[in-house]
């Protein structure tokens, strides 16, 4: 067996968690909107309407942005 076939096996035996029950870091949602995380954190994420982020516990007390997959997607779609 090859490593990429190996590589393949591997990303199919981790759990599939469903779209809307996934959380993006910013990174993911620049990716997904095909931006910056800059643009995301500066422009996107202060527009109205745009999904709020959830605030995932850190040790530093401010917390870990995330957004819900399933709100960036339908927000882009109503574009």
Do not use: C
């Amino acid at each position: 067996m090859e490593i990429d076939d190996l590589e393949v096996v591997l990303r199919n035996l981790q759990p599939k968690i469903p779209i809307d029950k996934q959380l993006w870091p910013a990174s993911t949602v620049a990716s997904y909107l095909r931006v910056s995380v800059h643009t995301v954190l500066q422009r996107y994420a202060r527009l109205h309407g745009f999904p709020r982020a959830r605030h995932l516990p850190s040790d530093s007390g401010k917390g870990h942005k995330r957004w819900k997959a399933i709100e960036i997607i339908k927000w882009a779609e109503k574009l």
